[in-house]
Each structure stands twice: as C-alpha cells, then as structure tokens.
C-alpha cells in the first residue's frame, strides 16, 4: 500500500523478523510488545515498519479527552516531533491543542492525568512542563534526566518526577485516580509512641510485633547484637527492650504496616510480617525477619531488600558514590564476581553490586578471631601469603570482598564468615515440618547427635524438639529446602 506515512517507497506486508518498532505508535517495548513479531506494513531499504491497525486505523480530525480541557486537532506532518505529553519522538501524526500550544501523539491525548502508582505512595500528577517550584531531576525509575520541556508524572509532596514511559509502561503498576481528593494508600504506622525528647524523637514506643516497649538507644549492653527486623548488626540509632533481648534499626521499627514494594509485580501492598522461615524473592537469602508478604501470591521480601529498594540514590560503605538500582542491568558484581540480573550501579564509574552484595553486614563476628570483623573491597597487604582464608586454608581472589581484621590480619573468605544462614534468628520455632512438636533453631556445639532424617550428625544449625523429652532433632538443611520446594511448587 501507499501511505502518508512514508512517502518514498510503498509499504508491503511482511513479516517483522528484525523487530523494528512502529513509527506511528512507537512502540519499543520488547517485553510487553507482543506485536514486533508479527506481520507488518514495511519498507525493508529504509528500515520502516507500521502496525497493520496503526496503518489501517481513521484518524479522528478532533480529539476531546476528559483528561485535557481542550479538544486536540490532527495536525498530519512529514517531520518527526517530540510529543509534549511524553516527551518521546512521533511522526506523520500529531494532535496539537491550540490553546496551551502543545503537541502530542495521539494515545497521549488521553493519558490519565492523575494516577496511583505502586512506584510511589502519593498520587502522581500528570504535568507537561515544570512549574517555578520543581527543578530539574531525574526519573525515579531509570534515574535518566527528565526533561523539564516536556511532560513527566511528579509528586508535589515530595517534589520528584517520573518518565511517562517508565510509570506507565506496565499495566498492571498503577491505576486511574478519578478524584483529586481521593484518599491516598494508607500508611499505618507499626509504632505507638509512648514519650518522646524535646526535639520530637520517639524515646520509648510500643511495636505491634513485639510484647514489650522499646527504649531509643545508647544500650549498655555494648553493640554486637544484631536488628530483629533485618539481622544486620546493630548501630545508631535504634531501639532495644530491657526486658528481653530485641532490638531494631529505627529505620526498620518505623517502617509501616502496608507497603508498596518498588520493583514488584504484586498488585496490592505488601503487609509487615515476622517470625517465618521464608526465602526471600529478591536476594534468595532463606531468613525468619521481619518481611513484606503478598497476600495473593504469599512471595516475601526481606527488610534489607524492601529498604535497598526505596526510591532515591543507595550509599555503600565501600563506595564513594551513590548507587542507583537498575532492574534490566545484566553483568557482574564487583564485589563477589557473579552475574547478576538487576543491580546497584554507580553513574559516576563502572561499579556494580547485585542485591545480595549490597546488603552484607559491614562487621562480623566469628570464632577464628577475638575482633570484630570489617567487610573489606581490596588487600593492602600485598604479599601473596595473605590471599588465602584463615578460615578454609584456600586461596582468596584478591579482587573481591572478603572479611579483614587489622589488628589480628586475619582475612577470610565471605562466605565462611557468614555461613549459609547468616540472616535466621536461633532460638525462634520453625513452623511447617511433618514433626507433632515445635522445633527451635539452635546452633550445635558440641554433643552431635544423629540427624532424625539423613542420619549424620547435627552439626552447626539444626532444628531441636521443643519438648526434652523427645529428642527429635535434624539438619536445618533437611528441612528448609524441603519445605522451601513445597511451597514453591504449591504456589505453580
């Protein structure tokens, strides 16, 4: 066929193996673009491609959209534009509106100009250029600039702009807001406060996972406890019970009842829970923290990745730049080496730590050395005797992270320090097991007795009969992977 759109050859039906993107939709989104695959109009000397419905659909002379208060005119052109409304090029096709002076594609005439998006807890507003009182920032989402001239979503609590294209590129992720004063999500807190300081600060407060009431550190009992809610050590600020021995980041204690999780496809908020034994869907660490689980799917978050993700640039302790997550990175991990599908990375320099990396405790304790150990990206010592485990006796790669002691020069290998269970509370119950009693995760010592499932002696973590007189006790390893492959093919 002949088409204004492409005046300089005709366009025959074919098929669109190289997967060119239509020019009069512009359409690029490999993943949820099913119709790249398909049968197209083209022109193969001048990679040109076009829908079949894009081609074939009548363009409206007026457009009028609710969503604008003006009506929209075709305006047909050879030239490409850059759309007002989304800031993306077009082509052949634009609608202007006469009275505000923009341009746009034709989709874009009825965006929404109000939605709820799980990317954010307030409402976004649809604006085509900034106002007075916004600077120029970078999309949330991709962290790419936005472009002040052209239209974006923004927050005006918060004052932070997303890309059209990123917010509204699935579906699923966000929903029309009819009404401007519509509720937003709600944000109840997991705190009551009970006293507070002169400047505001919660002193003593009630958590609704914990029986007892929490003190705002400095605690006496020194610092090598670890965060009930993440299981990273403990440091200021955060609070302790002088009943018991519990602690929290103050970050985690404050973190809500509900929550939208960014980079997931759950639909509803994720609800605060404790004290199960789950595998966390981000960096597959099995934990019994604090977590966010869905209530449809029931997949867990834990709070190191749920506050890993939360929306702005990330500091690591080994890193002299902000770091920024990006969903579709595809590469390795500075830190341990491996690949990675999504990670932090740095804008400045080629720095890049996937989820797991990201999170690892900055100090350690272990038997092999009286001192606390800090989590170190690079050997001083230079010598090739010190690139080896003190732990394992086998060598070390000395371009990735290991645990040092500088005063003992101790270095070992991460994974010895951690173990494969770093972030499991002992002493909590593990549920789902065939066993008729509660079993209590305990790190054995000494007295191994045979595991009630392989045979071989317990050693290290193990789960223990609550009940004395009943001696049932196995591998933490029989069990947790077990119960783990259950559930996921109950979830299939």
């Not at 006293?195 to 006496?220: C, Q, R, V, W, Y």
């Not at 006790?473 to 992977?481: A, F, M, R």
Request: hydrophobic share 30%; aromatic share 10%.
């Amino acid at each position: 066929m002949n088409h204004e759109c492409h005046r300089k050859h005709p366009l025959a039906l074919q098929f669109n193996s190289k997967r060119l993107s239509c020019k009069i939709c512009r359409e690029t989104n490999r993943k949820t673009d099913r119709r790249r695959i398909g049968f197209v109009y083209g022109c193969s000397p001048c990679k040109f491609a076009v829908h079949i419905e894009c081609v074939s659909a009548s363009l409206d002379l007026v457009v009028e959209d609710k969503s604008h208060e003006h009506p929209f005119s075709l305006f047909t052109r050879r030239s490409s534009f850059i759309c007002d409304a989304c800031g993306m090029e077009g082509s052949y096709a634009s609608y202007i509106c006469c009275t505000c002076n923009i341009m746009v594609h034709k989709k874009c005439t009825s965006l929404p100009r109000i939605i709820k998006s799980k990317w954010h807890d307030h409402r976004l507003f649809h604006i085509y250029f900034f106002p007075d009182e916004f600077t120029s920032s970078d999309c949330m989402i991709c962290h790419d600039e936005v472009d002040p001239e052209h239209g974006s979503y923004c927050c005006s609590h918060c004052n932070i702009t997303f890309h059209v294209r990123c917010v509204t590129e699935d579906k699923r992720s966000y929903s029309i807001a009819s009404l401007e004063n519509e509720d937003e999500m709600p944000n109840e807190s997991s705190i009551i406060v009970i006293e507070s300081n002169d400047i505001g600060e919660a002193t003593k407060i009630k958590h609704f996972k914990h029986m007892h009431n929490l003190m705002l550190g400095p605690f006496d009992g020194g610092y090598e406890n670890n965060c009930d809610g993440c299981m990273l050590p403990i440091s200021d600020p955060f609070y302790y019970c002088s009943e018991c021995v519990f602690f929290l980041h103050k970050a985690c204690a404050e973190l809500p009842k509900m929550k939208n999780v960014w980079h997931e496809l759950c639909r509803e908020p994720l609800a605060l829970i404790s004290d199960k034994v789950f595998e966390c869907a981000k960096c597959r660490h099995i934990s019994n923290t604090f977590a966010y689980e869905c209530s449809e799917c029931e997949s867990k978050r834990c709070l190191r990745c749920v506050i890993a993700l939360t929306p702005g640039a990330r500091t690591s302790l080994r890193h002299e730049h902000p770091l920024f997550f990006y969903k579709d990175y595809h590469g390795r991990c500075d830190a341990c080496g491996n690949l990675t599908l999504g990670a932090f990375c740095c804008k400045d320099c080629n720095f890049v730590l996937h989820f797991g990396c990201f999170s690892l405790p900055i100090t350690a304790h272990h038997k092999c050395d009286e001192h606390l150990l800090s989590l170190t990206a690079h050997n001083d010592n230079k010598y090739l005797e010190s690139h080896y485990c003190d732990i394992c006796e086998e060598s070390r790669d000395t371009n990735r992270w290991f645990y040092h002691c500088a005063i003992c020069d101790t270095s070992v290998h991460v994974n010895c320090v951690l173990g494969k269970y770093p972030f499991l509370k002992l002493g909590s119950i593990f549920e789902k097991t065939d066993h008729p009693h509660p079993l209590t995760i305990v790190k054995k010592k000494y007295y191994y007795l045979d595991c009630n499932k392989c045979g071989k002696p317990c050693e290290d973590l193990s789960l223990e009969c609550s009940k004395l007189e009943c001696k049932y006790i196995v591998h933490l390893d029989c069990v947790v992977h077990y119960t783990l492959r259950c559930f996921l093919w109950w979830r299939m």
